[in-house]
């Protein structure tokens, strides 16, 4: 470990992931790139918490049949959602025989994941690890926010919570190129934006500090990587981190992008500043850059899952919104 | 990490430079329209009721008009057609009395599914409980004060 | 020619009043609660100091309809029951007089609630 950033000397491969994806992801932009795309977001399910559940359950599940193996063969699962008490994943894992790690950081949970994940294997201490995310519309909106059925207008800054569960399977052995090979842990940043719908502003900061932080620990330039992509920003929260850069001499503005940003058509969907979740960077990363990567189109990808950690709570007691961000280097080996 | 209050201000005035805009013109337009429109219905029923119960004192007409506007609001929201109004209304369709009864109906279908009584009856009031609170403390304040002049 | 001089002044009113509600959403970000509670206690006092009753007679419904009315209906209620019966009266009167609205609002938003379900959105 240099300063904050993990290196995983014994490399980590990424060998499979499995996507499902809402049907408002379904009609975005990535849609050739997800496994399934859901016609329904209830799944016939008596809630949605429930649907969620069941979105979840069936992104792991996919993620062992496409790989062949059978839930006894991981050693270690780690998941989270955004939800109360995350129980979307501890109830998934219900369904799925094997020890688990229930982890939380809002939308950055799927980078906490994967930076767990592979200093366990990278040590040497398990083989073969499974990281999932899931998140949904309507059950964030109902805790987060307000009833599905109110009218009430969504902000100029609102984001769209991503619907969709995303898996990927970590191993030793090398069946793909595609590997972790550093992960910087970010520290929660706070700079006093107290406006709950601006979560853009709210984790820019925190984004910056962890790129800065990574590129620093590793001695590497912005330009070493084919792209490095954000988790979910939005679009006025990229275009604040890329002048929040420019200040500090780094210049984002050419292999930059954000998954929130990408994962959704912004003008036709009416999403706003983009999506937002766990599962928008699961998806992009699981659909999108992990067939990029597999095509040999990205060679280096650094991934920075973003989250702001608040609660309703929180923000009806006038507290700011802390953000966190953690980096991942995926590169082809 | 926290940021120091001074430096918080200067980050603020720098988010506010790169965020959008709110689009006051086209939203104010919408919420006049459709704040105007739905007024425009309760004259009718109220002018209908009137036509046909011409023995209905004023107080009964505005009772009835009240209710029926609650009614048609209530079905809509069940219908999840509401909403599509108030994303396109603002202040236009929470105003009326009809955001009321949208306000008391919406958490009460999202909260059925935790039971009747804990969930659907339990929060029914979750956004409408402060105007029944403030309305009618504010009425009984407004009584003991004609009492005494 | 009458009948559309009436409408007029209903659309032009109503619409008024909801166009203030969306300056102060614009501004403020106020959320629909405190939109609600701001406007019923503007009814309420425009009712106290007797203004409400103008605008009434001038837009009818477009007066009417907004949540000011149920504001001006609570405030007219304590009034009178202040008036006829004391303070009884004025503890009372204001929920006496938005009985049809609260009652319908409770009975109707309970019937509704349990018979239909929240849809998400795309």
């Known amino acids: 470990m240099k300063n904050h ?11 499979e992931t499995a996507t499902i994806a809402g049907p408002k992801e379904g009609k975005g932009p990535l849609k050739n790139y997800y496994n399934n795309i859901l016609e329904n977001d209830l799944l016939k399910e008596k809630s949605y918490e429930k649907a969620e559940i069941k979105i979840h359950t069936s992104a792991i599940k996919q993620l062992l049949n496409r ?10 699962y780690f998941g989270g959602d955004l939800l109360d008490e995350i129980i979307s994943s501890s109830f998934t894992m219900r369904e799925i025989d094997g020890p688990f790690f229930g ?8 980078a906490e994941g994967l930076i767990l994940a592979s200093c366990l294997i990278s040590g040497r201490l398990i083989n073969r690890a499974v990281c999932s995310v899931s998140s949904h519309f309507a059950t964030a909106e109902r805790q987060y926010r ?24 970590l191993e030793t052995s090398n069946k793909t190129n595609i590997a ?4 910087t842990v970010g520290k929660v940043v706070d700079f006093g934006v107290t406006d709950a719908n601006n979560m853009g502003a709210a984790m820019a900061p925190a984004a910056l500090d962890t790129i800065m932080t990574h590129l620093g620990d590793t001695g590497r330039d912005v330009d070493y990587y084919d792209l490095i992509v954000t988790g979910d920003l939005g679009h006025a929260g990229s275009r604040l981190l890329i002048t929040m850069a420019k200040s500090k001499g780094i210049d984002l503005t050419k292999n930059y992008n954000d998954c929130g940003v990408l994962i959704y058509n912004r003008e036709a969907q009416k999403v706003e500043q983009g999506g937002s979740g766990p599962c928008c960077s699961g998806l992009v990363f699981c659909g999108y850059l992990y067939t990029k990567l597999k095509m040999g189109i990205y060679k280096k990808i650094l991934l920075v899952p973003t989250g702001a950690l608040l609660s309703k709570t929180s923000s009806l007691q006038k507290e700011s919104i802390p953000g966190i961000a953690h980096a991942l280097s995926i590169e082809l080996v | 990490m926290m940021l120091d209050k001074e430096k918080q201000k200067e980050y603020l005035a720098e988010v506010r430079k790169e965020m959008p805009k709110t689009k006051h013109f086209s939203t104010m337009l919408k919420a006049f329209i459709t ?16 036509h046909f119960f011409p023995e209905f004192d004023e107080k009964t007409v505005s009772g009835f008009t009240t209710m029926f506007m609650i009614l048609i609001t209530c079905v809509l929201t069940g219908f999840g057609i509401y909403d599509k109004i108030g994303s396109f209304g603002g202040a236009g369709s929470i105003i009326p009395i009809t955001g009321f009864a949208n306000s008391i109906v919406s958490p009460a279908i999202e909260h059925k599914r935790e039971g009747i009584i804990l969930g659907l009856c339990a929060n029914m009031f979750s956004i409408a409980g402060p105007v029944i609170v403030f309305g009618i403390s504010a009425s009984i304040l407004v009584g003991i004060i004609y009492l005494f002049i | 020619m009458e009948i559309f001089l009436t409408y007029l002044k209903v659309f032009l009113v109503g619409g008024g009043i909801c166009l203030i509600g969306q300056i102060l959403i614009n501004l403020t970000k106020m959320t629909s609660a405190r939109i609600l509670v701001t406007f019923l206690l503007t009814g309420i006092f425009l009712e106290a100091i007797g203004v409400f009753e103008h605008i009434k007679n ?24 202040a008036k006829s019966s004391g303070l009884f009266g004025a503890l009372t009167g204001g929920v006496k007089a938005v009985a049809a609205g ?15 379900n929240a849809h998400s959105k795309s």
């Open chain 2, 35 to 50: 704040g105007g429109l739905i007024c425009c219905v309760g004259q009718s029923i109220s002018l209908l009721i009137k």
């Open chain 1, 103 to 110: 982890i939380y950081n809002a939308c950055a949970t799927f």
């Open chain 1, 180 to 183: 972790i090979t550093y992960g």
């Open chain 1, 146 to 169: 307000n009833p599905l059925e109110l009218g009430s207008q969504r902000t100029p800054l609102s984001q769209w919570t991503v619907t969709g569960g995303a898996a990927a399977l």
């Open chain 3, 102 to 116: 609260l009652g319908g609002a409770i009975f109707i938003g309970f019937i509704i609630g349990v018979i239909s």
């Open chain 3, 58 to 81: 001038f837009a009818q419904a477009g007066a009417t309809i907004p949540i000011l009315g149920f504001g001006s209906n609570l405030a007219k209620g304590a009034i009178e029951g």
């Open chain 1, 5 to 15: 950033t993990i290196i995983f000397n014994n490399p980590v491969y990424i060998n």
């Open chain 1, 67 to 76: 790989s062949n193996l059978t839930s006894k063969d991981i050693d270690c």
